[in-house]
DNA sequence: ACACGGATATTCT
DNA sequence: GAATATCCGTGTA
């Protein structure tokens, strides 16, 4: 299965709760880094007032929002660095932003990358990407999958239960509550989660 | 020049 | 947990 499939014919929120689960990862310089997303958000374009395309804003910077399905979207906020990929047609400017992932896979590089403890490494999106080492948006406009930056769909893991939210942080609006928001119901690793929605038996996996 | 945001770290109750 | 402090790229002027 490529992941061209996997974005057709499905609604960009269907694809954000479909996303969890699947393997991010990406072959840095110091070597392979990556782990499961556990939380996502969909924005939903031009009439989403959350969205980086909102009114059909578009600029150098949210260009890559406008590419083919998979197209990678790297962008700045408060001096940080988060990862978004295009989920729809070309001119069409709906993304997911991945915003926690499991790490499993070079979790040394990782903590060496971002000297935290715990679930500190990657439980947001500033700091999964730090965790990474990507630091730049060097990848934008690349398809994802198509080079270092990869989401492994197949071997997906299956959420025990998927909640949903309003998305965090956005300005208020029309859409500021929209359950738009999915995460891995128990997973440490998602944002803001209380200790004692944790389950560290099955971290909410099947 | 300047204000601000799809965030994070620190410093308190 | 809740209130700041700080991050710096980007858009508008």
């Known amino acids: ?12 929120d ?3 709760k479909k996303m969890l689960g699947t393997l991010l ?5 110091n070597g392979l880094v990556g782990g499961r997303i556990v939380e996502t958000e969909a924005y939903m374009g ?3 007032s959350a969205a980086h395309a909102f009114n059909g804003k ?10 083919p399905p998979g197209t990678i979207y790297i962008y700045s906020i408060h001096g940080r660095y988060l990862l978004d990929v295009a989920t729809q047609a070309k001119d069409v400017p709906q993304g997911v932003l991945i915003r926690a992932i499991q790490p499993t896979i070079g979790q040394e590089i990782m903590y060496h990358n971002r000297p935290k403890h715990g679930v500190e490494l990657t439980n947001g999106p500033g700091k999964l ?9 060097l990848m934008n406009f690349q398809i994802i999958g198509d080079d270092k930056l990869k989401i492994d769909i197949d071997n997906r893991l299956e959420p025990r239960q998927i909640k949903t939210s309003g998305r965090i942080g956005v300005s208020k609006g029309d ?3 929209k359950p ?10 998602v944002s803001g989660l209380t200790k004692a929605e944790v389950n560290i038996a099955h971290f909410g996996w099947k």
């Open 129 to 137: 990407m730090g965790a990474l080492g990507i630091e730049d948006k």
């Open 180 to 189: 738009l928001r999915y995460y891995v119901s128990h997973n440490p690793y």
């Open 1 to 12: 299965m490529t992941i061209h499939n996997f974005y057709d014919s499905d609604t960009t």
């Open 14 to 16: 269907q694809i954000a």
């Open 25 to 29: 990862t990406y072959d840095s310089p």
């Open 46 to 48: 031009e009439r989403d």
């Open 175 to 177: 859409w500021t509550d």
């Open 58 to 67: 578009r600029t150098a910077s949210n260009e890559p929002l406008y590419g």
